[in-house]
């Protein structure tokens, strides 16, 4: 059986690169999500970007980053 998190490493890894003019946007997903507000999703739509490209990079920088803590975290336990 495959080990999940070994997964969502995987897929992580695989994720395209995002676009330059979304990365103030995926630091701030990265750094303080719980700030992301429908008007950080609108301005991104007015840039030209799709729903699907918005979700897509959205939630590889929210895997990343949890798995960097998560990485974090064990480093510190053991």
Not at 20 to 41: H, I, N, S
Not at 67 to 75: G, P, V
């Amino acid at each position: 059986m495959a080990d999940p998190i070994e997964e969502l490493r995987g897929l992580a890894a695989g994720a395209p690169a995002p676009p330059a003019a979304m990365a103030g946007y995926l630091a701030k997903v990265r750094e303080r999500a719980f700030t992301v507000t429908d008007d950080d999703v609108e301005e991104l739509r007015s840039e030209g970007f799709t729903d699907d490209e918005i979700f897509e990079q959205t939630v590889a920088v929210a895997l990343a980053e949890g798995l960097r803590r998560l990485d974090h975290a064990r480093a510190m336990i053991e």
